[in-house]
Structures are given as structure tokens and as C-alpha cells.
């Protein structure tokens, strides 16, 4: 393995970048990745401890942040999700980087990004819909972290989604259920006038003879019913109102 060099400055290239990334390259956390179903027949094998102060030290950049996914490498798509400029990113972008979707990793981290781009109205429906694994899985976790970090969107947004949780929570692929179940949870966690119609939907899921339907119903109930989920709704609801 090469010797570790320095990270990259702000001016480097997305060449100089992925040239780093290879320094960095570990069989080891390759193999501890696949074990977590995190794809790496494009991995270098640099965990996210490392990648995210990477991202830091070099800064947002969205030309750079393109050039970044269009390696392939899984390392320099984390990057490009850490450290390309929301406000520049479009939804065409978007639909292209979901071509190249393969890995839930960074498919969840992508997402993020899509979010704070300010993306997710437009591209929630669309990836819910759409049939591949990798591109649902992204609508899905969008509405996930929408729920938690776009504090000062509308209850109704997510209620709106509601309906796209029910219609595709029959869907039995693994990393698709599991992020129904992320936006079903996220959901009903944001507020108590979310939680009531999230917890009476997956109480309809988790009652029905489908598996993946009772799945998701199932794992959502473990975490809308529970005490200190309540407690914290609670306590957000009787503060104050600035």
C-alpha cells in the first residue's frame, strides 16, 4: 500500500483527491464494509471517520463534487455527497447520480444531500415510484432525513407522503423495506400531529397477512410506541413558540 500522504488542499483536483484516497486503501475495512452489505468491488476501504474531516479539509466545490462520483469509487462518492454545493445541485444531477446507485451507503448519503438541496418535493415521488432497489430506497430515505433536519417545512408535507409509505411497504427487498420503515418511524417521531396518523398506519401494516407490509408495520410499531418516544413528543410539544 502507498504511504500516506498529506490530504488534499481546497485547490486540488477530484484526480488528486482519488490519487489520496488510494493511499488510504485498507483490505481489511473492505472486507469489515461487505459485511455490512455496503458494496465494495469499487471501495477502497476508508471509513466515514476519516472520509468526513477529508471532506472538511478540502472544502465544497460542485464542479469538483460531479468529477468526484464520476470515478466510480465509492470513497470519492461519499465525498462528492459531503462536499458538493446544495444550492447548485439540480434535480437532473440528482436523476443521474441515481443511475449509478448500487450501494445503500451512499445511496443514504445522497439523499441527504437531496434534501438540502432543497430537492426533496420534487424527487421523493419520483424515486418512491421508481422500481429499481437503490433509486426507491433514496426516496424513501429522503423523507427520512427531511422529517428530521427541514425543521420548518409543514406536518402536511409528510403527511402528503404517507400514502407512498403505504403503497410500498409490499415492497420485500431488503434496503427497500428498511428505509419504509426509516420514513414510516422519522415520521412519526417529527411531531404529535404526525405521530397519531403514522402509528395508525403502521398498527393497518403490521395487521395484515403480506410479510413485507407486516415487517415494516412491525418495526415501525417497536419505535412509535415506545415510552420514551412518547415522553420526547411530549416535551417538544409544550415548548414554547418563538
Given at each position: 500500500?502507498?504511504?500516506?500522504?498529506?490530504?488534499?488542499?481546497?485547490?486540488?483536483?477530484?484526480?488528486?483527491?482519488?490519487?489520496?484516497?488510494?493511499?488510504?486503501?485498507s483490505?481489511?475495512?473492505?472486507?469489515?464494509?461487505?459485511?455490512?452489505?455496503?458494496?465494495?468491488?469499487?471501495?477502497?476501504?476508508?471509513?466515514?471517520?476519516?472520509?468526513?474531516?477529508?471532506?472538511?479539509?478540502?472544502?465544497?466545490?460542485?464542479?469538483?463534487?460531479?468529477?468526484?462520483?464520476?470515478s466510480?469509487?465509492?470513497?470519492?462518492?461519499?465525498?462528492?455527497?459531503?462536499?458538493?454545493?446544495?444550492?447548485?445541485?439540480?434535480?437532473?444531477?440528482?436523476?443521474?447520480?441515481?443511475?449509478?446507485?448500487?450501494?445503500?451507503?451512499?445511496?443514504?448519503?445522497?439523499?441527504?444531500?437531496?434534501?438540502?438541496?432543497?430537492?426533496?418535493g420534487?424527487?421523493?415521488?419520483d424515486?418512491?415510484d421508481?422500481?429499481?432497489?437503490?433509486?426507491?430506497?433514496?426516496?424513501?430515505?429522503?423523507?427520512?432525513?427531511?422529517?428530521?433536519h427541514?425543521?420548518?417545512?409543514?406536518?402536511?408535507?409528510?403527511?402528503a407522503?404517507?400514502p407512498?409509505?403505504?403503497?410500498?411497504?409490499?415492497d420485500?427487498?431488503?434496503?427497500?423495506?428498511?428505509?419504509?420503515?426509516?420514513?414510516?418511524?422519522?415520521?412519526?417521531?417529527?411531531?404529535?400531529?404526525?405521530?397519531?396518523?403514522?402509528?395508525?398506519l403502521?398498527?393497518?401494516?403490521?395487521?395484515?397477512?403480506?410479510?413485507?407490509?407486516?415487517?415494516?408495520?412491525?418495526?415501525?410499531?417497536?419505535?412509535?410506541?415506545a415510552?420514551?418516544?412518547?415522553?420526547?413528543?411530549?416535551?417538544?410539544?409544550?415548548?414554547?413558540?418563538?
Amino acid at each position: 500500500m502507498p504511504a500516506a500522504a498529506a490530504a488534499p488542499s481546497p485547490a486540488c483536483d477530484a484526480a488528486a483527491v482519488v490519487a489520496h484516497l488510494e493511499t488510504l486503501a485498507s483490505a481489511d475495512n473492505r472486507a469489515g464494509m461487505a459485511r455490512f452489505g455496503i458494496a465494495t468491488d469499487a471501495a477502497f476501504g476508508i471509513p466515514n471517520a476519516v472520509l468526513r474531516p477529508l471532506g472538511r479539509a478540502i472544502g465544497r466545490d460542485q464542479a469538483r463534487a460531479l468529477a468526484l462520483w464520476q470515478s466510480g469509487w465509492r470513497e470519492a462518492r461519499l465525498l462528492a455527497c459531503f462536499t458538493a454545493e446544495p444550492k447548485k445541485l439540480t434535480a437532473a444531477q440528482a436523476h443521474e447520480w441515481a443511475d449509478d446507485f448500487a450501494s445503500w451507503e451512499v445511496v443514504d448519503h445522497a439523499a441527504d444531500l437531496f434534501v438540502e438541496a432543497g430537492l426533496a418535493g420534487e424527487l421523493v415521488p419520483d424515486f418512491a415510484d421508481d422500481g429499481r432497489e437503490f433509486a426507491r430506497r433514496a426516496g424513501f430515505a429522503m423523507i427520512a432525513w427531511a422529517a428530521v433536519h427541514l425543521k420548518n417545512e409543514p406536518d402536511e408535507t409528510f403527511l402528503a407522503w404517507l400514502p407512498l409509505i403505504e403503497r410500498h411497504a409490499d415492497d420485500e427487498r431488503n434496503f427497500v423495506r428498511k428505509a419504509v420503515s426509516w420514513a414510516l418511524r422519522q415520521t412519526g417521531k417529527r411531531s404529535l400531529f404526525l405521530h397519531e396518523p403514522a402509528l395508525a398506519l403502521a398498527q393497518r401494516l403490521a395487521g395484515v397477512d403480506d410479510r413485507a407490509r407486516r415487517w415494516v408495520g412491525r418495526d415501525a410499531l417497536r419505535e412509535l410506541t415506545a415510552q420514551k418516544t412518547l415522553d420526547r413528543l411530549q416535551a417538544k410539544a409544550q415548548r414554547p413558540t418563538r
